[in-house]
């Protein structure tokens, strides 16, 4: 008997050993998530779309970029039609359904801006409600690549601004522009003025001074802002004076005092662009990634015109020389 009982408890205590093992294997393996990339197309969202919002009948641009974080979760990037660039946390997306929502930047209003819409034959549809709660309708397409295959070619500079009236350029509202002494000048929030002609891979030199406090900016093509400001603090940042605004910091903070001459020069081929300023490159060939703030339109593929910002504090302009490419 006292062998059997020997044996009897040496069986249980294997079994036991047996379950507690296989209880800890189960326990540590990894877990196999269920990802949300796994039944459906994510692909078919992914990348950046340039996107017309229909406001009663004007045309209102806008930019989005959706990308992957990590296995289970789509983020992104988004801009309206004024503002700089907002990050999206969660780009929900499901059998080519996707929604997603932003907190207030600049809006009066506490409620966030809600976006929803669909892919469909590659482009996209659907309604973005407003913080103010307007509700309007969009459509999408992606936005191209702007690669250019060979270096450019420069042709002879062209003085865009000749020093006595406003030929070639237009006010896109009530006109603020004069001309004073020989430079343009905006005397009070108004107009922004662009140029007659458009304009696709260029070197940009413009000059330009401001009284304290303002804020202002030069968009090239129309739809990327290199900010003008006198604000800010001791790191540079990408929404102040020498930025693509929203998008990419200046390497350094180089504006002088407000009431100075300063200067950019600027290169743009595709999306890559160069900043210049004061003599110093605080952004060397980097990607802009996206229509700013603001922009003319969302139609990046096509040639711009140089837009000056009057619609915020006064600025004066001169000697605004530009070099196309062949």
């Not at 296995?71 to 929900?92: D, K």
């Not at 669909?118 to 996209?124: F, G, K, W």
Request: net charge neutral; with cysteine.
């Amino acid at each position: 008997m006292g062998k059997f009982f020997y044996l009897h408890r040496e069986y249980v205590r294997r079994q036991t050993l047996i379950i507690v093992f296989v209880l800890i294997g189960v326990a540590c393996s990894p877990k196999n998530y269920k990802t949300v990339f796994t039944n459906n197309d994510s692909a078919s969202i992914e990348g950046r779309w340039d996107i017309t919002i229909n406001l009663d009948g004007q045309r209102g641009p806008a930019w989005l970029e959706v990308r992957r974080s990590g296995t289970r979760t789509l983020v992104g990037e988004f801009v309206g039609t004024g503002g700089s660039a907002r990050p999206i946390s969660r780009v929900n997306f499901d059998n080519g359904n996707f929604s997603f929502s932003i907190p207030p930047q600049w809006e009066q209003e506490d409620s966030d801006l809600v976006v929803k819409g669909a892919v469909v034959d590659d482009s996209l549809s659907g309604t973005m409600k407003f913080s103010n709660g307007k509700i309007y309708s969009y459509k999408g397409v992606r936005a191209p690549s702007l690669k250019r295959k060979r270096q450019p070619i420069w042709g002879k500079p062209i003085s865009l601004f000749n020093g006595t009236n406003l030929n070639g350029w237009h006010a896109t509202g009530h006109n603020q522009w004069v001309v004073d002494s020989g430079f343009l000048r905006s005397t009070h929030k108004g107009a922004n003025l662009e140029t007659d002609k458009s304009f696709n891979d260029f070197k940009l030199h413009i000059e330009f001074r401001y009284p304290p406090g303002s804020n202002s900016g030069v968009y090239l093509r129309g739809r990327y802002e290199v900010q003008i400001e006198d604000l800010g603090g001791t790191e540079p940042v990408k929404n102040e004076f020498g930025s693509i605004y929203g998008f990419i910091a200046p390497t350094d903070r180089v504006p002088k005092a407000a009431g100075e001459w300063q200067y950019f020069d600027i290169t743009l081929v595709g999306r890559m662009v160069t900043v210049v300023a004061n003599g110093i490159t605080i952004i060397c060939n980097q990607e802009i990634p996206g229509i700013t703030g603001g922009a003319i339109n969302s139609d990046e593929g096509e040639a711009g015109p140089i837009l000056i910002q009057g619609d915020h504090d006064p600025i004066d302009i001169r000697n605004v020389i530009l070099t196309p490419a062949k």
